[in-house]
């Protein structure tokens, strides 16, 4: 395979002379590796939503058909401090209908993954977690190939952040492709 930096310095050796050689190392950073270059398998996918993701568009679904020997691993999640800061100060009963409410919010949205994942033909899993977010995902996406999540996880969307800070703090923390839908 042909170097990719050899490449373009032969399609520009004439034009810019020194100065392209210049142009190159100031921004190098910004040029893909051929490591980089390469399509990286996909045999895992992790699917992570939460009340502020809602429901799954139908184009996350074409994505994912992209890749049809694939698992998807579907889950809603909960924020388990949430949940223990209600029953805390509000008490074990409102505890327990926020838990309810979001168990049944969860199984809404894990009902119409299946459905689309199913007539995808792809195998999958779903499930509803009580958890930190981020630990959960920085931890589950260590064994899958791919993360899919929602700009909106883990956050309600303001006007100046187009990506909530949990979506950013947790691509930030992984070294695996992320899809940010």
């Keep these: 395979m042909v170097n990719f ?27 893909l590796t051929e490591e980089e270059l390469r399509i990286p398998t996909v045999t895992s996918i992790l699917l992570v939503v939460d009340r502020f993701s809602g429901r ?21 999640l909960v924020d388990f401090s949430l949940y223990a800061l209600i029953r805390e100060t509000l008490g074990e009963e409102e505890a327990e209908a926020f838990k309810r409410n979001e168990e049944a919010l969860g199984r809404e949205i894990l009902e119409l993954a299946e459905r689309a994942l199913s007539e995808l033909g792809l195998e999958f899993s779903t499930g509803i977690m009580f958890a930190d977010k981020v630990e959960f995902v920085e931890i589950e996406s260590k064994t899958r190939d791919l993360l899919v999540i929602s700009r909106h996880f883990g956050s309600e969307s303001i006007k ?11 691509v930030q923390g992984i ?4 899809v940010v839908y």
């Design 5 to 31: 930096s050899e490449l373009i310095l032969r399609k520009f050796r004439n034009i810019a002379g020194s100065k392209y050689e210049e142009i190159m190392k100031a921004y190098q950073e910004f040029f």
């Design 56 to 76: 799954i568009p139908s184009e996350v679904f074409d994505v994912l058909s992209a890749y049809p020997r694939a698992r998807v691993d579907v889950f809603y």
């Design 160 to 170: 100046t952040h187009k990506v909530s800070p949990i979506v950013f703090r947790i």
């Design 175 to 178: 070294e695996k492709p992320v």
